[in-house]
């Protein structure tokens, strides 16, 4: 395999959800911790045949707490977060600014102002989150359109990106002119992601954005694709405790911390030579953090090899 072959190799739509519910990528091939991971290609983010649509609306505002949607809108909550990256996947690009809309539980989009539109931008780690409502049908011609976001991504001196994220199971994938597609420029597969209910009953979902860019190297150049992951953290969402298990798969120096949405780094939880083997940390936070999602990245050697998004929910008693 060619070095740039190598270089764009890595986990695509690694568990910010999924593996934060518990639930194993299809990454591992093997009980074994100390075989390889195997990663999927590293595939640039594509535009969507339908392009920007009718119903974007410019100069949305910035989401207030990472929230698209008001507390009382109709519908099914969805929380969507994920990463930017590079084209090579081997650096994160932050302040990429997010432009977001879609249609309500109804199928129906707000024309005349800026219900559930809004921009973010991604923090100092890369990472983005927003919390919203699953989007309705509505006709297109004598078809619905399956259930779909759209996003216009730019990152910092570089091209917008216009496009469309689906969800997995939606009947009406197969039957749209745009979703459908699975080829070519306008190829829809990597933007059709699962979505997990969590332990509150609201989706969750990941994607990570491959996009044209520069930012803050990775260097997964370096990868050999046996370094460690996080298996789970439980209990998620956690109030005063969180178990983290993980796996290394190679003798290093180990490094896990926790980051807030602003990229700050809060604790650091481990940061030892460690040899290959499976272990489990448990993370007490102080009282005083607050509320609210968190990511915990594990770094083998200084690299970060893997994440997951935890959210934490100390209840008040008065």
Same mark, same amino acid.
């Given at each position: 395999?060619?070095?740039?072959?190598?270089?764009?190799? *890595?986990?695509?739509?690694?568990?910010?959800?999924? %593996?934060?519910? =518990?639930?194993?990528?299809?990454?591992?091939?093997?009980?074994?911790?100390?075989?390889?991971? $195997?990663?999927?290609?590293?595939?640039?983010? &594509?535009?969507?045949?339908?392009?920007?649509?009718? *119903?974007?609306?410019?100069?949305? /505002?910035?989401?207030?707490?990472? $929230?698209?949607?008001?507390?009382?809108? /109709?519908? &099914?909550?969805?929380?969507?977060?994920?990463?930017? %990256?590079?084209?090579?996947?081997?650096?994160?690009?932050?302040n990429t600014e997010i432009d977001i809309w879609h249609a309500n539980d109804a199928g129906s989009y707000d024309n005349t102002g800026f219900n559930l539109r809004g921009k973010t931008l991604t923090n100092t780690q890369g990472f983005y989150l927003f919390e919203t409502v699953k989007?309705? +049908?509505?006709?297109? =011609?004598?078809?619905?359109?399956?259930?779909?976001?759209?996003?216009?991504?730019?990152?910092?001196?570089?091209?917008?990106? &216009?496009?469309?994220?689906?969800?997995?199971?939606?009947?009406?994938?197969?039957?749209?002119?745009?979703?459908?597609? &699975?080829?070519?420029?306008?190829?829809?597969?990597?933007?059709?992601?699962?979505?997990?209910?969590?332990?509150?009953?609201?989706?969750? =979902?990941?994607?990570?954005?491959?996009?044209?860019?520069?930012?803050?190297?990775? =260097?997964?150049?370096?990868?050999?694709?046996? @370094?460690?992951?996080?298996?789970?953290?439980?209990?998620?969402?956690?109030?005063?405790?969180?178990?983290?298990?993980?796996?290394?798969?190679?003798?290093?120096?180990?490094?896990?911390?926790?980051?807030?949405?602003?990229?700050?780094?809060?604790?650091?939880? #481990?940061? #030892?030579? @460690?040899?290959?083997?499976?272990?489990? %940390?448990?993370?007490?936070?102080?009282?005083? +953090?607050?509320?609210? !999602?968190?990511?915990?990245? +594990?770094?083998?050697?200084?690299?970060?090899? !893997?994440?997951?998004?935890?959210?934490?929910?100390?209840?008040?008693?008065?």
């Amino acid at each position: 395999m060619s070095t740039e072959n190598s270089r764009r190799q *890595f986990l695509k739509n690694t568990s910010l959800g999924v %593996l934060g519910l =518990g639930i194993l990528p299809e990454i591992i091939k093997a009980n074994n911790p100390s075989k390889k991971m $195997e990663f999927t290609a590293c595939n640039e983010t &594509t535009i969507d045949y339908f392009g920007q649509g009718p *119903f974007y609306t410019p100069n949305a /505002p910035g989401l207030l707490n990472n $929230e698209l949607s008001q507390s009382n809108e /109709p519908g &099914t909550k969805l929380i969507l977060s994920g990463r930017v %990256l590079n084209i090579n996947c081997d650096e994160f690009i932050p302040n990429t600014e997010i432009d977001i809309w879609h249609a309500n539980d109804a199928g129906s989009y707000d024309n005349t102002g800026f219900n559930l539109r809004g921009k973010t931008l991604t923090n100092t780690q890369g990472f983005y989150l927003f919390e919203t409502v699953k989007p309705g +049908l509505y006709l297109n =011609g004598l078809s619905y359109r399956p259930s779909h976001i759209h996003f216009k991504i730019t990152p910092p001196g570089f091209p917008t990106l &216009t496009t469309q994220l689906y969800f997995q199971g939606d009947p009406n994938i197969t039957n749209d002119n745009a979703a459908s597609i &699975t080829s070519g420029i306008y190829d829809a597969s990597d933007r059709i992601i699962p979505l997990t209910a969590n332990s509150q009953g609201h989706l969750e =979902g990941t994607w990570d954005i491959v996009i044209d860019g520069s930012g803050t190297a990775l =260097g997964l150049h370096d990868i050999h694709l046996d @370094k460690g992951i996080i298996y789970q953290a439980s209990p998620n969402p956690f109030s005063n405790t969180l178990t983290i298990q993980y796996g290394i798969f190679l003798e290093a120096k180990v490094g896990i911390s926790v980051y807030d949405l602003q990229g700050r780094e809060v604790a650091i939880l #481990e940061e #030892e030579t @460690k040899v290959p083997e499976k272990y489990e %940390l448990v993370w007490n936070p102080e009282n005083e +953090l607050p509320n609210g !999602h968190y990511f915990i990245a +594990l770094k083998i050697n200084a690299l970060q090899v !893997h994440y997951i998004k935890v959210l934490r929910n100390k209840q008040s008693y008065y």
